[in-house]
């Protein structure tokens, strides 16, 4: 059974299309990295220009753990399409390709295929990450150095010190994986429920500004909905970076976001198991 899991991950990984998120992930990391080396002051100076009246900045704000912080905020929002583009066609390129029956003649269950095609998108999601984080933290810290963050958020300014933001990364990257876990989980059921690659991966997107959509509008008619949408959770890696952290706020998001993936998980165990391949 390892063979066959093996087998999918060198199948998913041998196609172009899962590169096109990793290149692009290293190539606007370099483009940010690059722009605040030789501009970065001016994007600082206009960011806090509205606390000049209040006190004044000392030091170096410029640093490697600010750097990956606004390169979490501005890819995090992306990263669900580069995760779809991938996760949306590993069974629905299958049935597409037309060896989907020839997949099934080998001596594994349905279950066991699902299962293997569910921890090949993990494992892309956990390899999307890890490269997030050597070029985003990794290389802006040895670019840019080590130094105290500031973060602007709805509590107002907000210091961390340098030691105390190693292991908010480790978490925020943690809580990102379980997020991009749900929307692979999706993209993942769509695809059982398609027979082309392009269907899975424009459902995946539209559900995710939908839904992203109807949790900027502050109606109160969305309110009851808003708790049940995934995307309103997606957002709370920010909160780690808060003093002092809402952890059980954080924990519960994670729960809801982890329900959602054993939902979507199920639902294509039980969709695939009672599919007709033949047709």
Same mark, same amino acid.
């Given at each position: 059974m390892i063979r066959i899991l093996q087998a999918e991950i060198i199948k998913a990984f041998a196609r172009p299309r899962s590169y096109i998120g990793m290149a692009s992930i290293v190539a606007l990391v370099v483009l940010i990295d690059t @722009? /605040?080396? *030789?501009t970065g002051s001016e994007y600082i100076d206009l960011l806090f220009q509205s606390f000049d009246q209040v006190f004044s900045l000392e030091g170096t704000i410029i640093n490697g753990n600010l750097i990956c912080f606004i390169i979490l905020q501005t890819l995090i929002i992306q990263l669900p399409l580069l995760v779809a583009l991938v996760t949306g066609d590993l069974i629905s390129g299958e049935s597409a390709m037309g060896t989907l029956r020839y997949a099934l003649t080998k001596p594994i269950s349905r279950f066991k295929f699902i299962t293997y095609k569910w921890i090949t998108a993990m494992l892309y999601v956990l390899g999307i990450l890890l490269l997030l984080g050597i070029f985003a933290y990794g290389v802006s810290l040895v670019v840019f150095g080590p130094g105290d963050l500031l973060v602007l958020n709805a509590d107002g300014l907000v210091v961390l010190r340098? !030691? =105390?933001l190693f292991w908010r990364f480790i978490a925020a990257f943690l809580f990102a994986f379980i997020s991009l876990t749900t929307v692979a989980s999706l993209s993942l059921m769509f695809s059982a429920f398609s027979e082309n690659s392009v269907g899975p991966i424009v459902l995946t997107m539209v559900v995710?500004? !939908? /839904?992203?959509v109807i949790s @900027?509008?502050?109606? @109160? *008619? *969305? =309110?009851?909905i808003l708790p049940f949408l995934f995307t309103n959770h997606m957002h709370l890696w920010r909160r780690l970076f808060s003093d002092p952290v809402p952890m059980a706020e954080i924990m519960r998001s994670a729960g809801v976001l982890l329900f959602h993936s054993a939902l979507f998980f199920g639902i294509t165990q039980y969709h695939f198991n009672h599919k007709d391949i033949i047709q």
């Open positions: @722009s /605040f080396y *030789f340098n !030691a =105390d995710i500004i !939908a /839904f992203t @900027s509008f502050e109606m @109160s *008619f *969305f =309110d009851p």
